[in-house]
């Protein structure tokens, strides 16, 4: 018999900011990504009711492990998007959800900002995967938000929710 798994769920999950690949903002410069992939996508989600003009061009890597996010009925999933001249379609989902520092004093006084989870499927996505633990955040940009600032998220518990394994 192997180990059996129990999962505990959550709607509402805290994490930390930590660096990702800066693929999506175009840090990393990245000559196959000019601009970075959300320039090169915007277009594309645009074409299918989805204008992301409202958030920053880079997203915000929230750390939550040991939770994990757990897609139910995002409030937007895209099938095989063609975005890159060169790279295999993706399938993206996008969640609504809610942003608050858990410290404002570093932070700033904004409290329950809204956002959107952006989930490119891990199962299409070529390059630049992320830890199971990891969920990007598209936000306006939030100049006091930093590596290693800690954030409240929240999301509809219809549209995704947050599971941890448990041995049990």
Known sequence: MGLRQNFRYAASVSGTIVPGHQVASGGNHNPAY???TLRMQAPHFADHGLDLSAYHAGTLNLSIAPWELELRQP???FRKVRWHP???AEDFSFVDCRIFPLDSSEIGPWQGLAALVYFPHPETKPTHH???GLVEILAPFLPGV???SKLQLEVPPEQAAFQTRTPH
Do not use: A, I
Request: proline share 20%; charged share 20%.
């Open 86 to 88: 060169v790279d295999p």
């Open 34 to 36: 000019p601009g970075g």
């Open 146 to 148: 930093t590596y290693g």
């Open 75 to 77: 409030r937007w999933t």
């Open 130 to 132: 992320q830890p199971k």
